[in-house]
């Protein structure tokens, strides 16, 4: 694909709810790319602030459903309809791109059958215990459980905040969908079921704002944790049905529910029951193997020292992460009260 | 974004076993040489990093009088005291990767009735669907809109 057919094939939709403190950051880095699309639809979802005004004078496409969609998916797939070229991008209104983010993204789709790319996620801000513990988990996850995934061909999410997309098998699956929690999974296994190829691109870097406080973590964490429960429980035959990914997405699920009784349940008791504190040490045994490819990552970025200093931050974000997927397998798939309140909060 | 917990537990140990899989199995289509020489790097460290941990680990049990009984049931036949590295490495791996494939079996026995149960069932059209249908939303209720009070600045949606 020539640059210039590439320039000229994509969209960039830009959901936005009360975003005027972010959105002309991230028009400026759409605008400012080496490979910039030919059409950036920012969604106005009826903010009651001045984030249409300020895409307006970017000089993009805006657009306003007549009312609140109520979600980034509603947002998004309203948008979808008005895209006429073959490839459109969903790019968080918070988020902002590496100068050749786009068209790096671009060279995953070399093949008809690939319908999806995503890129690295980097933390715009790292500033507090917060997102210093995801700018550790987003080093690891995306230096070495993703490209491993790619390698198998089968990344299990094409990031919500920044990923591609051919427009004709987005819109065969209906858009993004507001059935669950996580959309950008939701789509991914909707993808893969009807037979399409998803890509993992690591030179394509984008950088959302994450949450800085708790109440802003906990917000997303149970989104998250919701979702993936929701999407396992809507997608476990067609996941089933795709290799490699049914082990992913397993090994995901089981890890992560017993590891988090592991966290909060089993290490406390067995610190207690064998009055020895020096257990509690288990909560960090695997820093020294978390640090290798953080830090990896990090030097090639020259981030060494941010890195290190962030990597005491991961074990509190852990134990939350914890507590919140439990709540969520607890709440989804034991009681069967599904999370239907889409709360804003990243 | 995945809402797991990137650690080592049972996902930490398979990944590893993926990566030297995908080195052993060399390039292919999406991943270039570079790609797999960092992943070479990354895996070759952790599993130096593993055998560290474990070292540490067994010196600071053999120190800890508390733990005596909790060594004694993680490796069985050592005596406290000379409880060292390879003890636990030993006692801890066989588990770790049983239960891993033991979880991967299991997934693929219920591909695998599910499957037959799928081929029981008599075809309602002689021509095959040229992808499989999109599974049916289970009877979840409609998402209620809720947006948060902005108590950031930064509040958005991912």
Redesign the interface.
């Known amino acids: 694909m020539s640059k210039m057919l590439e320039a000229n094939s994509l969209t960039v939709i830009v959901?936005a709810?009360?975003?005027q403190?972010?959105i002309a950051d991230t028009l400026h880095s759409l605008q400012a790319q080496t490979t910039p699309p030919a059409t950036i639809i920012v969604v106005d979802d009826c903010s009651t602030d001045e984030t249409g005004a300020l895409a307006r004078a970017r000089g993009v496409t805006v657009i306003r459903p007549p009312k609140?969609?109520?979600?980034?998916a509603g947002a998004q797939t309203f948008a979808l309809s008005a895209v006429r070229t073959p490839l459109v991008m969903a790019l968080?209104?918070?988020?902002i791109l590496a100068p050749d983010a786009i068209e790096k993204i671009l060279t995953a789709f070399d093949t008809p059958d690939v319908a999806a790319a995503c890129g690295l996620?980097l933390p715009r801000y790292v500033r507090t215990i917060w997102e210093r513990g995801r700018y550790v988990?987003y080093l690891?996850?995306f230096?070495?459980?993703k490209?491993?995934q790619?390698?198998?061909?089968k990344p299990?999410?094409a990031?919500?905040?920044f990923s591609a997309y051919r427009t004709d098998a987005l819109r065969e699956?209906?858009g993004w969908?507001?059935?669950?929690?996580?959309e950008?999974?939701d789509l991914t296994w909707?993808l893969y079921?009807?037979?399409y190829r998803v890509?993992f691109v690591?030179d394509a870097v984008c950088y959302?704002?994450e949450p800085?406080?708790l109440?802003?973590m906990r917000?997303?964490?149970r989104r998250?944790?919701h979702?993936?429960a929701?999407n396992v429980?809507?997608?476990w035959?067609?996941v089933?049905?795709v290799p490699m990914l049914?082990?992913f997405v397993?090994?995901?699920?089981?890890?992560?529910t017993?590891?988090?009784l592991?966290y909060l349940l089993l290490l406390p008791l067995?610190a207690v029951a064998?009055?020895?504190p020096?257990?509690l040490?288990l909560y960090a045994?695997?820093v020294?193997?978390?640090?290798?490819?953080v830090l990896?990552q990090a030097a090639s970025r020259g981030e060494t020292l941010r890195a290190l200093a962030s990597v005491p931050s991961f074990l509190p974000l852990?134990l939350v992460?914890?507590f919140y997927?439990l709540e969520?397998v607890w709440s989804e798939l034991l009681r069967g009260r599904?999370l239907?309140?889409?709360?804003?909060?990243? | 974004?995945?809402?797991?917990?990137?650690?080592?537990?049972?996902?930490?140990l398979?990944?590893l076993a993926?990566?030297l899989v995908?080195i052993l199995r060399g390039k292919?289509a999406?991943?270039s040489w570079q790609?797999l020489a960092?992943?070479s790097?990354?895996t070759f460290?952790?599993l130096?990093?593993?055998w560290?941990?474990y070292w540490v680990?067994g010196e600071?049990l053999a120190r800890?009088a508390?733990?005596a009984?909790?060594s004694a049931i993680l490796a069985p036949g050592q005596s406290p005291g000379v409880f060292q590295l390879p003890s636990i490495f030993i006692a801890t791996l066989p588990v770790q990767l049983a239960s891993?494939g033991l979880?991967?079996l299991?997934?693929e026995l219920?591909?695998l009735w599910?499957k037959s149960q799928q081929g029981k069932k008599k075809p309602e059209s002689i021509v095959a669907p040229?992808?499989?249908a999109?599974?049916d939303?289970?009877a979840?209720?409609?998402?209620?809109?809720?947006?948060?009070p902005?108590?950031?600045?930064?509040?958005?949606?991912?």
Not at chain 1, 177 to 182: C, G
Not at chain 1, 250 to 256: E, G, H, I, T, Y
Not at chain 2, 1 to 12: C, E, H, R, V
Not at chain 2, 150 to 158: H, L, N
């Open positions: 959901p709810y009360n975003e403190a972010n609140n969609t109520g979600s980034k968080d209104a918070d988020t996620v988990e690891l996850a230096s070495f459980y490209p491993i790619n390698y198998f061909e299990m999410i990031s919500g905040c699956v209906g969908s507001a059935r669950t929690l996580a950008d999974m909707t079921g009807r037979g890509r690591a959302p704002i800085s406080s109440p802003l917000k997303q964490l998250w944790s979702g993936f929701q429980q809507l997608h035959r067609t089933l049905d049914r082990w397993a090994v995901a699920f089981v890890d992560a017993f590891s988090s592991y067995l064998f009055a020895a020096l257990l040490l045994i695997d020294t193997m978390i640090l290798v490819p990896y852990r992460n914890s997927f969520a599904s239907r309140v889409y709360e804003k909060g990243h | 974004m995945i809402a797991g917990l990137p650690g080592t537990g049972l996902g930490g398979f990944y993926a990566a995908m292919n999406r991943t790609t960092r992943m790097a990354i460290g952790i130096a990093a593993l560290l941990t680990l600071l800890s508390n733990l009984d909790a891993i979880l991967l299991g997934v219920i591909h599910l040229q992808h499989p999109v599974p939303a289970p979840f209720a409609p998402i209620e809109r809720v947006w948060a902005r108590d950031d600045a930064s509040v958005t949606r991912k």
